[in-house]
């Protein structure tokens, strides 16, 4: 029990997923002072961060230097970083109960939700989530069929990834050629015939999820004017009360307002932002060709209702940004209506009833909502409920940390450490600055482990 932990038997905690949430658990459990805590955070991939590394845009830098901090957490002696272990077949259930008195599963949200329409199977339709993949650098993407030589791209949704994927999208080359965009992404991008990109919400301005920030950059671009119908910026009386006492939601319609007064500037790119249009079927022979779309009016809850008038749009792509979605862990509990590990503020529930000694954090515990930080007080109130059950855990039976790496080794895993990543890490900043660019990514892991461990 407890009371028989000390800095000679620790509490042994294994994260699994080395994204924000993982890295905010690890750093809560190390910034408290009660429990003596040695703590491990797994990722199937050889590289920590998760989206800051994979799902960031590549022209928001300032965002991803949030590494910083996470790498702090990392070299923190009772943390240990074990990369390129996949939880299911490096490691099991099983084995996390031999050598560890509770786990947290922070393994976010990997999959996408679908369209459910006809045509969606098409070549050159695919979810945005597989595009920022792509660009990013992700070894599962970097082999994608991206085909940019239509005029017209339709993007589905009003979150920031799909702002992020129309932003990237509409810029030059040159502008992209100082980011640390994927080496495969760039030449594909620099050749795009692309002209028209169609941002499509179902329903008003007062629904749309991105923000002010965001929305805002899109009229700032170099090479891209911005379209706006003065027609769909019309509230009805719900919206309009909806958004009253918002002042980030009246400042999106604001943005939008100026956006539809501006005239044309003839710049080589257009960003037409629809609202009140569903897609009801891309259509193509072989490959996207068109996306049709329904105009919708919004019903007394302000759900979209289609109008029975339809638009068809020329587009060679179509990209659907219409929300995350976890998948389940081997022998882990999952609400696949949700999407989520069902638990109870973080405490995870196996048929109703608590799990002792198994916990939850981030996108995989409440869904995919919010931005990085909100991941910290997420991981954090999971920790106070891990940190309250720790006199009453039943502590495992091999605890040492050299039983894991042992155990790895035995079934010939190359797991990566935080030195091996730190290695890796100074060699695509070293390439990146060789070329005026934050770093230059290695996308494949064969080539990962190569310089990590060569």
Not at 15 to 33: R, W
Not at 139 to 154: F, K, M
């Amino acid at each position: 029990m407890a009371e028989q932990l000390d800095v000679n038997r620790p509490l042994r905690v294994a994260v699994i997923g080395a994204g924000p949430s993982g890295i905010y658990a690890a750093e809560a459990l190390i910034k408290q002072g009660e429990v003596a805590v040695s703590v491990d955070v797994f990722d199937r991939l050889p590289t920590p961060y998760g989206l800051v590394r994979y799902g960031v845009a590549p022209d928001h830098q300032t965002i991803k230097s949030v590494t910083k901090v996470m790498q702090k957490v990392l070299q923190d002696p009772r943390v240990r970083f074990l990369g390129n272990v996949e939880y299911g077949r490096d490691l099991t259930y099983a084995d996390l109960k031999r050598h560890y008195d509770a786990v947290v599963y922070t393994v976010g949200a990997s999959s996408d939700r679908h369209l459910n329409i006809p045509g969606e199977e098409l070549p050159g339709s695919l979810s945005a989530t597989e595009f920022v993949a792509w660009y990013n650098g992700h070894p599962d993407y970097q082999n994608l069929d991206i085909r940019l030589d239509g005029q017209g791209v339709a993007v589905v949704g009003m979150g920031n990834v799909a702002v992020d994927v129309t932003r990237i999208l509409a810029k030059t080359a040159e502008e992209l050629g100082r980011t640390d965009i994927a080496d495969h992404a760039l030449p594909v991008l620099a050749q795009s015939q692309v002209t028209d990109i169609y941002m499509l919400g179902r329903r008003g301005p007062a629904q749309a999820k991105f923000t002010t920030k965001e929305l805002r950059e899109l009229g700032e671009l170099l090479n891209a004017d911005v379209l706006v119908r003065p027609e769909e910026l019309e509230l009805d009386e719900k919206s309009a009360a909806s958004i009253a006492h918002d002042p980030a939601l009246l400042k999106n319609l604001e943005v939008l307002r100026e956006f539809a007064a501006r005239p044309l500037s003839g710049k080589p790119r257009r960003i037409h932002i629809r609202f009140f249009v569903s897609p009801v079927a891309i259509l193509g022979e072989g490959r996207v060709q068109k996306i049709r779309l329904e105009k919708n009016r919004l019903d007394e809850n302000l759900n979209a209702v289609g109008t029975g008038q339809f638009e068809e749009l020329e587009v060679g792509m179509v990209l659907r940004s219409v929300g995350y979605k976890g998948v389940p862990l081997p022998e882990v509990p999952f609400d696949s209506r949700k999407g989520v590990i069902p638990n109870q503020g973080g405490r995870v529930l196996r048929e109703g009833q608590v799990a002792l000694g198994e916990y939850t954090a981030g996108w995989i515990k409440r869904g995919p909502s919010g931005v990085i930080g909100t991941n910290k007080a997420d991981a954090t109130e999971t920790i106070k409920l891990l940190l309250e059950d720790a006199p009453s855990l039943p502590l495992a039976p091999e605890p040492s940390p050299e039983a894991v790496t042992q155990l790895l080794q035995l079934r010939g895993v190359r797991y990566v450490t935080l030195e091996h990543w730190l290695k890796l890490d100074q060699h695509e900043c070293a390439q990146g600055q060789a070329q005026g660019r934050p770093r230059v990514k290695v996308t494949s892991i064969a080539k990962m482990l190569e310089l990590a461990q060569g």
